[in-house]
DNA sequence: ATAATAATTGAGACTACTCTCATTTTTATA
DNA sequence: TATAAAAATGAGAGTAGTCTCAATTATTAT
C-alpha cells in the first residue's frame, strides 16, 4: 500500500494518526475499486484498525468518500497554482495549466483515478478544478486570441476533453502525444488563432 | 412504469413475455438508479415476478445488465441506420447521424441514461456506435472536407463530447442549441473548412 | 503513580442483497 | 381430458456489508 498522507510531519496525535493511515487506506481502494464498491470493513482492515474504530473518525460511509475527494482535489489545485507561468498570454497560460494538471493526475495513478470518480458524483468538485480553466479561457476570448464567445458549455467541453485525456491516459500508460493532441483539440474548439 | 419491449407484439411464449416483463422492469430501474445500485430484487417486485424466476431467464445479475446494454444500443444504432441522409458530402452526414443520435438518446430518457452507463462500462458498446462517425470522418478526411489526420484519440475525443451533450440534456432539458454548439465543437476538431 | 480522558476494540444486531432448489402452478400436447 | 413439459414460486442458505455500544486499552495531565 502507498503512503499519501499518513508520512506527513504534522500528525502528532494518535487520532491524527488513525485518521491519515484510514485516508490513505481509502485511497488505495477506492483508486481500485471505485466509490461503489469500497467498503469500510477493507478499508480498516487495510488501514489496521478495528472496524469500530472507522466511526471515531467518520460519521459514515459518505464522509469518507467526501474527505477522499477533497483531499485529493486540493492538492491538484495546489499543483496548478505553484505552477502557474509568468507569460501574460492567457493561451500560453492555459496550455501550461492544462499539461501540469494532466501530468500530475496521471503521475500519481491513485489521485487521477479518484479525481475522475469524484468528478462523475461532485459537480463541485470539477468546479474547483474549471476555475482555473475559466480564467485563462476568458482573458484569451478578450485579447481576441480566442475567437468565440464564452461560454458555461464551452467551458465543459474542454474540461471534458481534459478528463477524457486523463482517463485514457490512466489506462494506457502515460503519453506525451495524447497531452499535445488533447491542448490542440482544446485550442481548436476555442478557435485559437496564433 | 414504462413498457418498451413487453408491447411488442411478436411476444407469443409465456416465456417471451415474462423476459420482456423483466426487461422492461430493469430498463426502469437502471435508468433511475444505475447498474451497480440496482437489485434482482427490485427488479423482479417491479416486473411482478416471483425472485426466483429471474433466475430461470438469466444466469445471474451480469447478464440482465449485458442484454439490457445490448437491446439499447440496438435500438439506437438502428435509428442511425434509418435516418441516415441521401447528400455525398460527408461533412453533413456525420452532422446529421450525430443530431439523430443525440435527438432520440434524450427524447426516451432511460435509453439515453442506460447508454451513458453501459459506455462506461463496456468498450465494445462504445464502438458500436462510434462506428458510424468513423465511416464519416474518414471520408471527410479523404475529400479534405476535414483539414485532419484520422487518429483513434480524435474518434474517442468527438464521442466522448456527444456523450456529454447527451448527459448535459438529460439533466437540463432537451436543447437543441446545445445540440447545435456540440456539431460545432465537433467541425472544430475535424478542421473542417467548407 | 494515579486519575481522567481519549481512542480503540470486536461482537453482534440489523439490513440487503444473490442465487438454489424442491414444490406448485400453468401451458402445451396427445 | 389426461399427461408431460415448461415456467413460476418463495422459503431459505449463504454472503457481505453498515453501524452501535459496552468493555478495554492507551495516552495525557496532575
Known sequence: MNDYFQSKASLQSKKDRTRAAIIDSAINIIAKKGFQKSSIQEMA????????????????????????????AIELVKVIEENEVKTKKPAQ????????????????PEWGLIFLEAAD??????????????????SG?????????????????????VLHSIS???????????????????LRILNYKK
Open 93 to 108: 497560460k492555459l496550455i501550461n495549466s492544462t499539461k501540469q494538471f494532466i501530468k500530475r493526475s496521471v503521475q500519481v
Open 121 to 138: 458524483f461532485s459537480v463541485r468538485l470539477e468546479k474547483d478544478i474549471s476555475k482555473f480553466l475559466i480564467k485563462d479561457i476568458k
Open 45 to 72: 482492515k487495510n488501514a489496521g484498525i478495528a472496524n469500530g474504530t472507522f466511526y471515531n473518525h467518520y460519521k459514515d460511509r459518505k464522509s469518507i468518500f467526501e474527505d477522499v475527494a477533497n483531499l485529493i
Open 141 to 161: 476570448i478578450r485579447d481576441k486570441s480566442f475567437l468565440v464567445k464564452y461560454d458555461d458549455f464551452l467551458v465543459e467541453q474542454i474540461m471534458i476533453i
Open 168 to 186: 485514457h491516459q490512466l489506462e494506457n500508460g502515460i503519453n506525451k502525444q495524447i497531452t499535445d493532441k488533447t491542448i490542440n483539440a482544446i
